[in-house]
């Protein structure tokens, strides 16, 4: 077994070193260096992503405006929301591709495409590459929790602490408050301040998204009506931040997942068992643009969302990861606590 790798604690630190430059020091087995290639950028599936993805969704918008604009039933527009929240998430895929410069060859338009997607789902790139880089530095690694990632506690943590703790931790956690209520308060109120730490480049993001966000609002607005702008704006992204959030929430929250001390973190494990292959039928795994592959982009983050399932088919070392079917994804909602002396998810005590 190599020798564990211990992390940088303090987030200024580590957020001046990439996932890429600390995994650089560790011993990789041999089939490592295949990941590289698949890393190659592809204009032509990148262009047509953008297609695929951006014309339905606009299209889907023009039709929600329209079933509203002839006194259709609101249960109409409603119906069409849920494919354009569909077509939402697949362009937070982009954008996220986009925060890691993955999906370009080159960073500039890594930027401006980023910029664009984030405005859409009213995400600022530099504010959100801040915290997910760290995410991707700290994933898994229990002295190190707390950014970009779903809020953790320790069975002994959550039994040493107040009540009045305890109580936020169960309010947080709740199913109905965490993909309900959360994408409401995440992507419409939280997001549309800089993160406590950040610096200039982080806080210019969080004001260009913001001034994009009333931009769109104000023109939507002027051309059909803030009100049928609302009504179309608060269901789509609302369904789609529920199913960011899952998503988000399922690649490091599962039974069987992987947890360490510092001084016991492993790389290799925190990417095989500490993200999961989240199996979807095909029609979820385009939406979602192959996300379902986490433990691969944990593997190598610089794989474009396009190239990841071909990543997976030509690597066999990558097929012994057990995948993580949608019923057992589900059932680790109830999951809301790391047991270190059984080193598993458990519920609570």
């Not at 769109?216 to 529920?242: C, D, E, R």
């Amino acid at each position: 077994m190599p020798t564990a790798f211990t992390l940088v604690p303090t987030p200024e630190e580590t957020v001046s070193r990439t996932s890429a430059e600390y995994m650089a020091n560790y011993a990789w087995p041999s089939w490592y260096g295949n990941l590289a290639r698949f890393q190659e950028k592809n204009l032509g599936k990148a262009t047509w992503q953008l297609i695929d993805t951006f014309v339905p969704y606009f299209l889907l918008w023009y039709a929600m405006i329209w079933t509203i604009e002839l006194g259709c039933s609101y249960l109409f527009t409603l119906a069409l929301a849920f494919p354009a929240a569909a077509f939402l998430s697949r362009i937070f895929i982009l954008f996220h591709d986009c925060v890691h410069g993955s999906y370009f060859a080159s960073e500039r338009a890594n930027t401006i495409l980023g910029y664009v997607c984030g405005i859409l789902v009213f995400t600022p790139l530099e504010d959100w590459r801040f915290s997910h880089f760290l995410h991707h530095a700290t994933f898994a690694n229990l002295d190190a929790r707390g950014y970009g990632d779903i809020s953790l506690m320790t069975v002994k943590e959550y039994k040493n602490a107040s009540f009045r703790r305890r109580f936020g931790y169960r309010l947080y956690r709740n199913t109905f408050i965490l993909f309900v209520l959360g994408p409401v308060f995440h992507f419409f109120l939280n997001q549309r301040f800089p993160t406590w730490n950040t610096g200039r480049a982080e806080h210019r993001s969080v004001i260009i998204t913001d001034v994009g966000i009333v931009a769109i609002g104000f023109l939507v607005s002027w051309a059909v009506g803030w009100k049928t702008y609302l009504l179309i704006q608060v269901p789509v992204l609302w369904l789609a931040g529920g199913a960011g959030i899952w998503l988000f929430y399922v690649q490091h929250q599962f039974e069987g997942v992987y947890w360490a001390r510092t001084n016991q973190w492993d790389p290799l494990r925190a990417a095989f068992e500490g993200s999961s292959f989240y199996k979807l039928p095909t029609v979820l795994r385009w939406f979602t643009g192959n996300i379902g592959y986490h433990f691969v982009h944990h593997l190598q983050y610089g794989i474009p969302n396009y190239r990841l399932k071909d990543c997976y088919d030509a690597i066999p070392e990558l097929h012994r990861k057990s995948p993580l079917t949608m019923r057992k994804g589900f059932s680790s909602a109830g999951l809301k606590l790391w047991d270190e002396d059984r080193q598993q998810l458990v519920g609570y005590p």
